[in-house]
């Protein structure tokens, strides 16, 4: 069992950047790939970003690519999600989830993913 929470949502203008913070409790954090996702009202949640167990490989939506960096302390089992050069487009709640060693091949799928926190709201102002 995994419990995740994350933190460092807030209001910011477009141009701006967050840092996003997903602590994990339980056993074995550094047995699971993590990732972002978020959903925007009235819409489906979609993927961000992902890292696997050991933090050697990311990967990313096109939408974030370049802007976004995802990364990972094992030690301090806390997965990260640093976000540069917001738009108004970014605006969402984004979840961290946690997912078994191998659905790397479906990083982007949130159906592989078996641990959700709450979310954390990112608002991005023009």
């Known amino acids: 069992q995994l419990q995740l929470v994350e933190s460092g949502g807030g209001l910011v203008q477009a141009g701006g950047s967050l840092r996003l913070s997903c602590a994990a409790s339980?056993?074995?954090?550094?047995?699971?790939?993590m990732a972002w996702f978020r959903q925007a009202p009235g819409k489906e949640r979609l993927f961000v970003a992902a890292i696997t167990w050991g933090g050697r490989s990311t990967t990313y939506a096109d939408s974030v690519e370049g802007r976004c960096t995802v990364s990972r302390d094992n030690a301090k089992n806390t997965v990260d999600l640093q976000m540069n050069s917001l738009e108004p487009e970014d605006t969402a709640v984004y979840y961290c989830a946690a997912a078994n060693l191998g659905s790397w091949y479906r990083s982007y799928d949130d159906k592989m993913y078996n641990y959700w926190g709450q979310g954390t709201q990112v608002t991005v102002s023009s």
């Open positions: 339980g056993r074995s954090f550094s047995s699971y790939n």
